[in-house]
């Protein structure tokens, strides 16, 4: 009999529980409605972040290219490497891509040849226009990149030739190739070395004396034509970082 009840009252416990547990699941608030993914997490800046605008000074040696004339060469002949400086200011509207203005001035070496007759020589050259740059990485300690420029530029020498001191210049629409591997010193700072091949189409050229100056002919006339450089360039990054 004992055991009749015992069993009477466990199946009547879990009734009750099972009562309780269908009710609060019948009074229980709905689950919440997710409506999409949460946002990512917003990432940190790039380390070494590109900038809009770069500024940018550089030291060079330069080495003349010359053609040989038919009758005349003493001036070619005579040229040497030389140093010089260059400034760059660009406009970076995407991490690959620049477009500015840049300016080299040379003063190249003169050493006239034994028996040439000049004396008290100097040299020089110059190239100005538009440059662009193409850009490798978008962030990053190194900064590789390639550039191409046009404008005008020029070889020009001075000597004296008996009693009077004349200077021979050639100079013309100039293109340029080159290209660079700078690092980041700072976040706002680059140094590194670079090289750059400049070649120009004579347009004009004339030997000038104190008052006067004349065509000359390239075909019999040694000249510049051009000079390549290497050089050591500090550029200075401004803009937020992109």
Do not use: K
């Not at 005579?78 to 010089?84: D, T």
């Not at 100005?128 to 046009?150: A, I, K, Q």
């Amino acid at each position: 009999m004992a055991r009749i009840v015992a069993a009477w009252l466990a199946s009547g416990s879990f009734s009750l529980i099972a009562r309780a547990e269908s009710a609060r699941a019948e009074h229980a608030p709905p689950p919440a409605i997710v409506q999409g993914a949460p946002p990512p997490p917003e990432l940190p800046p790039p380390e070494y972040a590109r900038r809009p605008f770069e500024l940018t000074a550089e030291l060079l040696l330069g080495l003349p290219d010359c053609v040989v004339g038919s009758s005349y060469n003493q001036r070619s002949n005579s040229i040497a490497a030389g140093p010089g400086f260059g400034a760059t200011a660009l406009w970076r509207p995407s991490a690959y891509f620049a477009i500015g203005a840049t300016v080299n001035a040379l003063s190249f070496g003169f050493r006239p040849a034994d028996g040439a007759q000049l004396s008290q020589g100097s040299a020089d050259g110059h190239f100005w226009g538009l440059l662009t740059r193409l850009y490798f990485l978008d962030h990053g300690l190194v900064e590789p990149y390639l550039e191409l420029g046009m404008g005008s530029a020029g070889v020009a020498t001075r000597a004296q030739e008996g009693d009077a001191e004349y200077r021979e210049n050639s100079a013309g629409l100039a293109f340029r190739v080159g290209g660079a591997v700078e690092l980041y010193l700072g976040r706002q700072v680059r140094l590194g070395p670079a090289f750059d091949w400049t070649r120009f189409s004579v347009q004009q050229m004339s030997r000038c004396g104190q008052s006067s100056c004349v065509d000359l002919d390239p075909a019999s006339d040694g000249h510049g034509i051009g000079f390549s450089s290497v050089s050591l360039r500090l550029s200075v990054l401004l803009g937020p970082g992109s």
